[in-house]
């Protein structure tokens, strides 16, 4: 078994406007992972966003909004960020 290796990272779609949903295209990984995601504002983690899914509140205004994946399997663990969105208005 080989650790996780990202072929296509994750990929978000949807406009970065206040009451929008952006929604995560997984992204394409090697050796079978389990994976989970996070969401994140400027590269902090938002608490309890781990959907596909995220609607964007007043509290993302000003920041970029990016999605996380980890993947790991016995071999290891392999994170990989998707470009961030423009800045939520």
Request: hydrophobic fraction near 45%; avoid cysteine; glycine fraction near 8%.
């Amino acid at each position: 078994v080989t650790p996780p290796a990202i072929t296509t990272r994750p990929a978000i779609t949807g406009t970065a406007t206040v009451g929008q949903t952006l929604t995560a295209t997984p992204g394409v990984w090697t050796g079978s992972p389990a994976i989970s995601r996070v969401w994140l504002a400027n590269g902090v983690p938002i608490p309890n966003a781990t959907g596909a899914t995220f609607v964007l509140t007043s509290a993302q205004v000003g920041r970029k909004i990016s999605v996380m994946e980890s993947a790991s399997n016995s071999a290891g663990n392999t994170i990989a960020v998707s470009i961030e969105t423009a800045t939520v208005a």
